[in-house]
């Protein structure tokens, strides 16, 4: 080979060299641009750089935050999702850290939900649901809801109306016809806790359910005017046996059919279930006390087994809004049903765990230290729930200021 020859062939290897460095540089560069290029968020990021919750104060809102709200945010505020209702992250808007900022100044020891014109202002726990295990209360924490039970108990009741088991003008004598005045006594009137009856003795140490209905029923006597509406729980637990002598079923299982399974409350269960939990609520009788904790109270499984039909029914702030929610809004019965259930007794408010105010409705529950509080509009679009393990006096007064701002309507419970 030629001394050009070998020249030129050496020439070609450096520029073929020369070539495959260039290449490599090209492509490490074209790999680092892609190491190093912002991805478009994923739906986790994307949830978490536009959300309108925290778990601190409201001073953390930034202005970007205060601009009108993007799709992702409306859907995040939205009371009408179930899945907002059940999340345990805690909501306060700008406008909830008002009421935020109420309840934390009252010393209220819970659970609240505010909702404005169907959007989620504030869903929060406050102080513990068990102190002793530094278990703090949260949005999805379990509450006694006590006597607002017995207008899940009445819906079941018009649903035995509405298969044709029962009649509201039906007589207590018909099931129950040894109860002093049952000839004179209708459904409709039990219902309205205006019946005239009293449970003359609470029955002790009764854990099975036919046993306390049994007894509920020996030991129901006439103590007022039938016609005229008087609070006695005696109505509820007898309607609760009524359901099944027509249905077959047991309470427990009417009630767990139709509310939590059919209709998908997941954070509602029963004293059973409850009590199976690895931290179950506590409560405390501490009102007017220096420690709020310093008194926990035992509620017994015979004590709440009593209460068949009446408070043995626990639930969060959030299941709590989406029961009422589906009730108010012809989603558990329809509105001739609804209105029939409605009907309090001449001259008053009462009718199947409601208190009719006109213009809002009313609720209230107590069972040991618990609490339950709500006010609601009559297409609920506009509520505030409060459950206590702590119940006081003062949170009547505390509901009212938080309903007040809202609807531009006083209250009192």
């Excluded at 290449?23 to 912002?38: A, E, K």
């Excluded at 103590?223 to 008087?230: A, Y």
């Excluded at 206590?388 to 009192?412: A, F």
């Amino acid at each position: 080979m030629s001394r050009h020859t070998k020249k030129h062939a050496k020439r070609n290897v450096h520029k073929l060299v020369l070539g495959i460095d260039i290449l490599v540089i090209i492509c490490g560069l074209i790999g680092l641009y892609y190491l190093f290029l912002p991805t478009e968020p994923t739906d986790a990021s994307d949830h978490f750089s536009e959300q309108v919750v925290h778990s601190s104060t409201a001073s953390s809102y930034s202005s970007k935050n205060e601009q009108p709200a993007s799709n992702k945010k409306q859907d995040l505020l939205d009371a009408g999702n179930y899945d907002n209702l059940i999340s345990n992250q805690e909501v306060i808007t700008p406008e909830g850290a008002i009421y935020d900022q109420k309840i934390i100044s009252s010393g209220f020891i819970g659970s609240a939900l505010v909702v404005k014109n169907g959007k989620v202002l504030l869903h929060k726990g406050y102080g513990y649901a068990d102190k002793a295990a530094d278990i703090k209360n949260t949005p999805t924490t379990l509450f006694n809801i006590g006597s607002i039970q017995k207008g899940l108990t009445a819906v079941l009741i018009m649903r035995a109306v509405r298969d044709g088991k029962l009649s509201l003008t039906d007589t207590l004598a018909r099931f129950y016809p040894y109860i002093p005045g049952a000839a004179n006594i209708t459904i409709q009137q039990m219902l309205q806790m205006a019946s005239g009856l009293k449970l003359s003795e609470n029955p002790q140490g009764l854990e099975d359910v036919q046993q306390i209905l049994d007894w509920d029923a020996a030991h129901a006597v006439l103590s007022g005017t039938q016609g005229t509406f008087k609070y006695s729980p005696i109505n509820y637990n007898l309607l609760a046996g009524i359901l099944t002598k027509v249905t077959g079923k047991s309470y427990d299982m009417l009630l767990t059919d139709y509310f939590i399974n059919k209709n998908g409350l997941k954070h509602s269960f029963l004293y059973k279930v409850f009590l199976q939990q690895d931290h179950p609520t506590v409560n405390y009788k501490t009102d007017g006390e220096t420690d709020p904790y310093g008194n926990p109270n035992d509620i017994s499984s015979a004590n709440l087994a009593a209460e068949v039909g009446t408070g043995n029914l626990y639930m969060s702030v959030g299941d709590l809004y989406r029961y009422y929610d589906l009730l108010l809004n012809g989603k558990l019965l329809d509105k001739a049903s609804l209105e029939q259930m409605w009907q309090p007794a001449a001259g008053g408010f009462y009718a199947a765990g409601f208190y009719d105010k006109g213009t809002y409705f009313r609720a209230h529950g107590g069972k040991g230290g618990f609490e339950s509080f709500g006010l609601f509009s009559k297409d609920n679009k506009t509520s505030v729930i409060l459950l206590s393990n702590r119940g006081r006096k003062s949170d009547t007064e505390l509901m009212n200021q938080l309903y007040h701002p809202l609807s531009n309507i006083d209250v009192s419970f």
